[in-house]
């Protein structure tokens, strides 16, 4: 299966690269830091809701917002998605290599 997180990472890149008024993602970069915050505080608030009262589900779909909004702010600040997962990776230690 293709690694939904790269692929959304580079769609978010390419919006950053080539700006599209009809582009969420660009209304956001182009936003700045205000926005982007302002928005990523509303996703972690509706995040933290969930968890205290929702589904499964209903949960997920606000771990997924919260996540792509995370992305779009690191991209802002010029860090690529890709420097997370090698951070996670660097991080992780499988059992038994402890």
């Known amino acids: 299966m293709e690694n939904i997180l790269l692929t959304l990472n580079e769609t978010i890149k390419e919006r950053q690269q080539n700006p599209s008024p009809s582009s969420y993602t660009t209304t956001l970069l182009e936003g700045g830091a205000n926005k ?33 909004h995370m992305m779009v702010a690191l991209r802002y600040k010029g860090i690529d998605f890709t420097e997370v997962l090698k951070e996670l990776e660097k991080r992780h230690i499988p059992c038994g290599e402890k």
């Open 36 to 68: 982007i915050i302002k928005k990523l505080g509303e996703e972690n608030a509706e995040f933290i809701k969930a968890i205290l009262t929702e589904p499964p589900y209903e949960t997920a779909c606000e771990a997924a917002d919260y996540i792509y």
